[in-house]
């Protein structure tokens, strides 16, 4: 009797840092050019409703990678480590006979963010090709499994897509993992080669009517929508490079004939503001702020389809995961959601919990305060944690969020109803939605908060008597 034993799935996640829903052609946008993207779209499953359940790199990745909300993996602001014992899709993907690797950026081990990452705060991945935080694309570095440092002046994403290359050729005949973390089209947004740049430099660029004539920069700079207009340029041709390392990896993969055998994943950790609103980058429960791309495709077992499900970032481990037939040994915030994956009409989320629990960089800056909100598909509510500051917008009526309804009385039930919402996800999660300052005091981060301050414009905090 022959018994044909059934290979489990390699999953390829690529995710890029600061990559915004509509500025991907398969959502509808004509200026930006995504060729390779649109083609790995059209062969799977596309979101329109993918949420960065707190959108910031440091607890945005954590939860990509551990199906958990940030309280609970405890990387809760950048630069705040996450607890490195925290049971990982590499972890269970190990167990189940597959090579891990993680190629890029990490961003999950504190400070200094120029430093080595032992093996034992990887999380599992036992290929190794990353740093913990760097934004310098044309003059960048990485270690090696061995904490051995490179440095390179290759573009940083198409480096990494040649390292990625290397690892799929290498573990092609056994199942693997690889997540490739790109850099871009985080800020700043002019270090991208320059045959790039060119691609946009008589293109019109449609700015979305949000965009007021100032808007407030990171630095507290004022800038006015030409600046604005210039960094869209660079972000186009950030997202345009990166289109072009989706097809060398697609490509790759097609040459192996590994397309059916492998799950390939885009998405990113968050959106960029880019002056809509007055503000720039993220940590804002604005639509473009927490709106990502999302594409699932695998040959001969995804649809060709489009989805206006609600799915969290936070699903995701948890729902590939199911797909390859492996599962966390514990209970995660994350939902399994797989069956959009696979089934046209299966359900996703009602509602997904969105948060910041503590401003960092250019919030803290501006004054920003924490804040927790409810997402679902057809409204955005949030609020601080003092109430002083409350949105309620109508996103299927009001897509550019321009209209606030939380004062209007006419709203007054849906403002309860999703409050409602919005306590049974903070009752679930365990989130006391303290002023950040008490957060990170009562939450036991202090130590880590303080030794953070030493690299950034920090307040120091001590412990309460």
Request: glycine share 6%; proline share 6%.
């Amino acid at each position: 009797m022959n018994i044909t034993k059934v290979r489990k799935p390699n999953l390829l996640f690529v995710f890029s840092d600061q990559h915004r829903f509509y500025d991907i052609g398969y959502s509808g946008n004509r200026e930006v050019s995504t060729p390779n993207l649109d083609n790995l779209a059209s062969n799977g499953v596309t979101f329109s409703n993918c949420i960065s359940n707190s959108p910031l790199c440091v607890p945005a990745r954590g939860s990509l990678l551990t199906g958990l909300l940030p309280l609970n993996h405890k990387a809760i602001t950048n630069d705040l480590p996450i607890v490195p014992e925290t049971e990982s899709i590499a972890n269970v993907l190990n167990e189940h006979g597959y090579k891990s690797g993680y190629i890029g950026k990490w961003h999950l081990d504190g400070v200094p963010r120029d430093k080595a990452i032992p093996p034992e705060r990887r999380l599992g991945f036992n290929q190794w090709k990353a740093y913990n935080c760097n934004h310098n694309y044309m003059n960048n570095f990485y270690y090696d499994k061995e904490s051995m440092r490179f440095d390179s002046k290759i573009y940083e994403p198409e480096l990494q897509t040649d390292l990625a290359m290397d690892f799929i050729e290498k573990e092609r005949n056994d199942p693997w993992c690889l997540f490739v973390s790109w850099g871009p089209p985080h800020d700043p947004y002019m270090q991208v080669p320059e045959k790039y740049l060119e691609q946009y430099e008589n293109k019109t660029i449609t700015l979305r009517p949000n965009v007021p004539e100032k808007i407030m920069d990171k630095t507290n700079k004022y800038l006015d929508c030409n600046q604005i207009e210039k960094n869209m340029r660079g972000y186009y041709a950030h997202i345009s490079a990166l289109d072009e390392q989706m097809g060398r990896l697609s490509k790759k993969l097609s040459d192996l004939n590994l397309l059916e055998d492998t799950i390939i994943v885009y998405t990113s950790d968050h959106g960029d503001m880019l002056g809509s609103h007055g503000f720039t980058n993220k940590q804002l429960p604005y639509d473009e702020a927490v709106r990502v791309p999302l594409i699932v495709s695998w040959k001969g077992k995804t649809p060709k389809s489009s989805s206006n499900e609600m799915i969290g970032l936070v699903d995701l481990p948890v729902s590939l995961l199911e797909l390859t037939g492996c599962g966390f040994g514990s209970a995660r915030d994350g939902m399994d959601l797989h069956n959009l994956f696979l089934k046209k009409g299966a359900e996703g989320r009602k509602e997904c919990f969105i948060m910041d629990i503590v401003p960092c960089h250019q919030a803290a800056d501006r004054g920003g305060e924490e804040w927790r909100g409810i997402r679902t598909k057809k409204y955005t509510y949030a609020r601080d944690a003092a109430f002083k500051n409350v949105m309620l917008f109508d996103d299927e009526n009001d897509p550019y969020q321009l209209r606030n309804l939380a004062s209007d009385g006419k709203f007054k039930n849906l403002r309860e109803e999703l409050e409602t919402c919005l306590q049974k996800e903070l009752a679930s999660s365990k989130d006391s939605f303290l002023p950040w300052p008490e957060m990170i005091i009562k939450g036991g981060y202090l130590t880590d908060w303080n030794k953070s301050q030493r690299f950034f414009n920090r307040p120091v905090l001590s412990q309460e008597k």
